[in-house]
C-alpha cells in the first residue's frame, strides 16, 4: 500500500524559503525511482496547478511563476521527493501536494497516488 506524506510547510515571511518533502511509503527504491514525481498547488477556490515536476531520468519542469525561485529534487534512495521554495510571495500562499505517476512507455499514465497536501502561508 503506497502512501505519500507531505511535510516542511508553515508560515514565513514574504522573501523567505521553506524546504518541503514528500516521503513515499509501501514502496522500493528501485520502483520509485521509475515513477514521475511532481508537485502542485491549489489556493482556496482556486485550481490545483503544477508546480515543478521531475522525471525517473532527472529532468525537471517549472511552472513560470515557479522557475529560477523553486527546484525540484529527488532522492531514490529515500523514496523522497523535495521541493526547495525561494524567494517566497504572498501568492504563493496554497496547500501544496506531491504526486507520484507510473508512465508506460508511450507516456500514458498508469496509476498515480497524491499526498495530503501540505499548508505553506506568505505572509507579506
Known amino acids: 500500500q503506497v502512501q505519500l506524506v507531505e511535510s516542511g510547510g508553515g508560515l514565513v515571511q514574504a522573501g523567505g524559503s521553506l524546504r518541503l518533502s514528500c516521503a513515499a511509503s509501501?514502496?522500493?527504491?528501485?520502483?520509485?525511482?521509475?515513477?514521475?514525481l511532481s508537485w502542485y498547488w491549489q489556493a482556496p477556490g482556486k485550481q490545483r496547478e503544477l508546480v515543478a515536476s521531475?522525471?525517473?531520468?532527472?529532468?525537471?519542469n517549472y511552472a513560470d511563476s515557479a522557475r529560477g525561485r523553486f527546484i525540484i529534487s529527488r532522492d531514490d534512495a529515500k523514496t523522497t521527493v523535495y521541493l526547495q521554495m525561494n524567494g517566497l510571495q504572498p501568492e504563493d500562499t496554497a496547500v501544496y501536494y506531491c504526486?507520484?505517476?507510473?508512465?508506460?512507455?508511450?507516456?500514458?499514465?498508469?496509476?498515480?497516488?497524491w499526498g495530503q497536501g501540505t499548508q505553506v502561508t506568505v505572509s507579506s
Open positions: 509501501g514502496t522500493s527504491e528501485n520502483i520509485f525511482s521509475t515513477y514521475d
Open positions: 521531475i522525471s525517473s531520468s532527472g529532468q525537471a
Open positions: 504526486k507520484m505517476e507510473a508512465r508506460d512507455w508511450q507516456g500514458v499514465v498508469r496509476f498515480h497516488f
